[in-house]
């Protein structure tokens, strides 16, 4: 069983920093494409980052320059490091891998963030909220 666990998420002033954890088990790809989703009140959940095993990464424009996804050794966690928080980065926050291979010139060029929503494993979400 596919289970993603998300921490780290929690309120902060703008201009300030929060990390969030994803760990990840049972998942059956040695090597694949996972990312950071973000849905705020009102509005439709977006794609913010992804990451190839060891590779590639791609960034919404909203975030480029601000958040950094990363993955540690053992490949089983994946973190986003947010600075330069702003209060439209308020959501809940969401890790996600995909139910089936994704090439890494396709995560790289943000296909996993941008166009799948349906098809994947999704964690429980984390809240962050970034006050004025």
């Known amino acids: 069983q596919v289970q993603l666990v998300e921490s780290g998420g929690g309120s902060v002033q703008a201009g300030g920093s929060l990390r969030l954890s994803c760990a990840v088990s049972?998942?059956?790809?040695?090597?694949?494409?996972m990312g950071w989703f973000r849905q705020a009140p009102g509005k439709e959940r977006e794609g913010v980052a992804s990451?190839?095993?060891?590779?590639?990464?791609y960034y919404a424009g909203s975030v480029k320059g601000r958040f950094t996804i990363s993955q540690d050794s053992a490949k089983n966690t994946v973190f986003l490091q947010m600075n330069s928080l702003k209060p439209e980065d308020t959501a809940m926050y969401y890790c996600a891998a995909p139910k089936f291979f994704v090439p890494e010139g396709l995560c790289g060029g943000g296909f996993f963030v941008k166009f799948v929503q349906d098809n994947n494993y999704w964690g429980q979400g984390t809240q962050v909220t970034v006050s004025s």
């Open positions: 049972g998942y059956t790809y040695s090597s694949n494409c």
């Open positions: 990451i190839y095993t060891g590779g590639s990464t």
